[in-house]
């Protein structure tokens, strides 16, 4: 028995020690090939690229409009912006300007994904939208991405489609007999930055969604330190298509943008 005990432990150990290792491979799921060219997807839309703090030159896609208010798209854990493409048409014909970024690792861009990584990526994006008033748009973790941005260069509004209260209650959820929160290097805490955001913020989340709970995203709402406003899309999952560009998540962007112009 203590032979067998030891075996079982020690394989415990060695799997644990591979999740430690090789858990960004877990996190970052990213679509790493090439992208089409921005027009042939979105017409109008032009490439786009912007160098990040440690040296990392990423392509982007901007799709102009003349709006006063322009949209950082921060993207999810998966993808890339092409898979985004369906919310910037959406938001363009409202004549929003969306800048649709990609994170390194994704859509042909170099590097590896972390959350420095990430941060450092999206701080290099706001830079190239400029002074222009700005609403950061964050889907899944780019929520978390946007909510640590929003710590240095606060917006005029955020919305947060599907944000969990740090990843690790995001893991917990999705790998429930694994001791999460111990091994993840990663963290993400958006309701800890969340409470120290002044912005106006819409909380968008669907109430089937099993990869982010809904009580998680109720939980950053709670949290906000600004106004905030929710959305609720009874029935959705987290990757249904109507949590990309469905009428509630285009409308709570648009009806967000007016409230930003109308106080400028």
Known sequence: MTRTALVIVAVLLLLLGLLWV????????????????????????????????????????????DHDVTVLVAGGNAGNREHRAPLAAALARHGLPVLLMDYRGYGGNPGSPTEEGLHLDVRAAREFVGDTPVIYFGESLGAAVVTRLALERPPDGMVLRSPFTDLAAAGQANYPFLPVRLLLRDRFPVTEGIAAVRAPAVVVYGTRDTIVPAHLSEAVAAAAGGPV????????????????????????????AGRIRDAH
């Open 22 to 65: 090789f858990q960004r491979n877990l996190i970052y799921l990213p679509d790493g090939g090439p992208v089409p060219p921005a027009a042939e997807v979105i017409p109008g839309a032009r490439d786009v690229s912007f160098t990040t703090g440690d040296g990392l030159r990423l392509a982007a896609w901007y799709v102009p409009g």
């Open 229 to 256: 406003t929710t959305v609720e899309i009874a029935g959705a999952g987290h990757n249904d298509l109507t949590m990309l560009a469905g009428p509630e998540v285009v409308g709570a962007v648009v009806e967000l």
